[in-house]
Nanobody, 118 residues
Framework: QVQLVESGGGLVQAGGFLKLSCAAS????????MGWYRQAPGKQRELVASITRGHNTNYADSVTGRFTVSRDGAKNTINLTMNSLKPEDTAVYYC????????????WGQGTQVTVSS
């Protein structure tokens, strides 16, 4: 069974930084894409950043220039370094892993809370 485990959330003041980590287990393949999504209260889950096996990255406009997603080689571990945090970054952050094939399979972590105080 594939499991994604996040760590690194917490409470930080505006302008501060946090680093989130995610590691996948129970899978022998390299996930095609790994990424971070977030969901704030009353809002839909949205993509924050993603990275492919080839290390191509994609960022939401709201975090470009402040957040950096990285991956350990082709391993199923990723980090999200978040700088210049804003109160609007407050959300539950979810790690996602995607495997393409005959059908696309998505795997999700349990989520980690990030709270940015003003």
């Amino acid at each position: 069974q594939v499991q994604l485990v996040e760590s690194g959330g917490g409470l930080v003041q505006a302008g501060g930084f946090l680093k989130l980590s995610c590691a996948a287990s129970g899978i022998i393949y390299s996930l095609d894409v790994m990424g971070w999504y977030r969901q704030a209260p009353g809002k839909q889950r949205e993509l924050v950043a993603s990275i492919t096996r080839g290390h191509n990255t994609n960022y939401a406009d709201s975090v470009t220039g402040r957040f950096t997603v990285s991956r350990d080689g082709a391993k199923n571990t990723i980090n999200l370094t978040m700088n210049s945090l804003k109160p609007e970054d407050t959300a539950v952050y979810y790690c996602n892993g995607r495997l393409f094939g005959y059908s696309t399979r998505d795997y999700w972590g349990q989520g980690t809370q990030v709270t940015v105080s003003s």
